[in-house]
């Protein structure tokens, strides 16, 4: 059997896996000189990087001017204030300065200036291959066993089996969030299992949800609003009459919002799906109410109202919200009220009942309440909530119970809100883990060899 020896080895080639690589060949060279050290990158899909290819609809958002701690979801917000704080985003600017990358900010996400993600892959393997880094891929990981002094990883490559030797060993195996661009044989939480870390819950978080009213949504499918989402969550389990009693406001959300068949989908509602997914996994009924409307206050809406009516009597529902509601939203809203859109409004002389039918389907478009039932599988998010309880190492993203070995980027329990936060958390913890993972094997010269 094949058997190498490395100073760091890195298990997991994605954002955070090849920030370590970078940072630990970048601190060996700092302490040993030129020749540097040896940094090994274990990789279960065809090519590293797949995933980051994807990111930003392929302009890769690759960090954010606001990186706050009330940005994530994570078991240890203490330890994570201290990770982001080690590596603001201006850290996260200078690494990709460093390597020549040159990029742009737009309300407050940074991209690459030349606007694909390949930039910033390509960057990364350069530097890596300058740096020496020695790259595997296809490969599958069968053991890892930690002795005294070393870490061996056992794996096959290419139907042969290996042997791999490392002072300090980083798990960067990311999540199953977006699928698609995964080795779908490969379980990312398999190495920390064979290591016996923990794992907290995981939900898909950053993607669609699925909604009960299937009748309305195959109406809506296509629709693009920009709403206010507030999420709230049905207080106690009991049938209760009414369907919309006793809701818990959580919080909300402004944005994009696109209607699918199955329900609701876009920026502000990715924000919402994680809490969603964790709490619908609680047996919690989860209800979001959309403004279709949000820029208007109750009472302009009303006054606006008032002046139609007494300009237009007896125009129909139509024409009143042509110029107010998409033709798709107002029929939905009208149906939810039992009204028809050809219905012309009663013309008495105050113009009362007009103004309450009027009111009642401003209301529906301002309140529309719509059940969750499900958020879309793993696959199709972008990220995962859950993971390596990050509890479980200290602020160099060492594991506390077991000296020597790290973990970076999304295979812990951090997520983080649309908008370059997670990448940002890959780069952060890669950065670290690679710096400490050095700083814990040197020197390596003195270590004992298996
Ligand atoms: C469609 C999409 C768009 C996104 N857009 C953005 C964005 O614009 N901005 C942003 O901040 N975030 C974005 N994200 C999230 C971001 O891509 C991830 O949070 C980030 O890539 C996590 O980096 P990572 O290194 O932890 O994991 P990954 O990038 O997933 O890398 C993990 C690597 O480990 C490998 N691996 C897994 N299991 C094993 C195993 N058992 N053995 C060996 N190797 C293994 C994987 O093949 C992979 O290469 C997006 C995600 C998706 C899916």
């Known amino acids: 059997m094949a058997e190498k020896c490395y100073d760091v080895m890195i298990v997991g080639g994605g954002a955070s896996g090849m920030a370590a690589a970078v940072t630990a060949l970048e601190e060996l060279q700092k302490s040993r000189g030129k020749a540097g050290g040896k940094v090994l990158i274990l990789e279960s899909n065809d090519r590293i990087g797949k995933k980051l290819l994807a990111t930003g609809n392929g302009k890769c958002n690759f960090t954010h001017e606001n990186i706050d701690v009330s940005c994530y979801h994570t078991d240890d917000p203490g330890l994570l204030q ?30 690459p200036v030349t606007e694909t993600a390949t930039t910033v892959l390509s960057v990364l393997l350069y530097r890596l291959l300058e740096l020496g880094c020695e790259i595997v891929c296809g490969v599958s990981i069968k053991q890892i066993e930690k002795n005294e002094h070393m870490f061996q990883v056992q794996y096959h490559e290419s139907g042969e089996e290996r042997l791999a030797h490392g002072n300090s060993l980083i798990l960067a195996t990311g999540s199953k969030a977006g699928g698609f661009l995964q080795n779908k044989n490969e379980d990312p939480l398999k190495p920390a299992k064979l290591l016996g870390l923990h794992i907290s819950p995981l939900y898909p978080s950053l993607t669609k949800c699925i909604c009960l009213e299937e009748q309305y949504y195959r ?45 609701i989908s876009g920026i502000a509602v990715f924000q919402l799906s994680g809490e969603i ?20 206050a109750e009472r302009s809406l009303n006054e606006w109202a008032k002046r139609r009516i007494s300009m237009f009597p007896g125009i129909t529902l139509e ?35 007009a103004l309450e039918i009027i009111t009642a389907v401003l209301r529906r478009a301002t309140h529309f309440m719509t059940e969750v039932t499900g958020v879309s599988d793993m696959k ?49 913890s890669g950065v670290i883990a690679g710096r400490e993972a050095v700083k814990a094997c040197t020197p390596l010269q003195s270590s004992p060899r298996p």
């Open 82 to 111: 201290s990770i982001l704080s080690d590596f603001p985003t201006k850290a996260a600017l200078q690494f990709f300065e460093k390597s020549g990358m040159l990029s742009r900010e737009k309300k407050g996400g940074f991209y």
């Open 219 to 263: 109406q809506l499918s296509g629709v693009r609003a920009q709403v206010l989402l507030k999420l709230y969550e049905k207080a106690d389990s009991s049938l209760q009459k009414n369907k919309h009693g006793n809701l818990k406001f959580i919080r909300e959300e402004a944005g994009e919002l696109q209607l699918t068949k199955e329900g």
């Open 277 to 296: 997914a964790q709490k619908l996994a609680e047996k919690r009924r989860m209800f979001v109410e959309v403004n279709f409307l949000p820029e208007f």
């Open 319 to 353: 024409e009143f919200f042509a110029g107010a509601l998409h033709k798709k939203i107002l029929a939905v809203c009208l149906q939810a009220e039992g009204l028809k859109g050809g219905m012309e409004l009663p013309a008495d002389s105050a113009g009362n009942k």
């Open 380 to 428: 199709q998010a972008q990220v995962c909530r859950g993971g390596l309880y990050l509890s479980q190492f200290n602020e160099k993203l060492e594991c506390k119970a077991t000296p020597k070995l790290f973990a970076c980027g999304e295979v812990l329990n951090v997520d983080g809100i649309c908008g370059g936060y997670n990448l940002h958390f890959a780069w952060a």
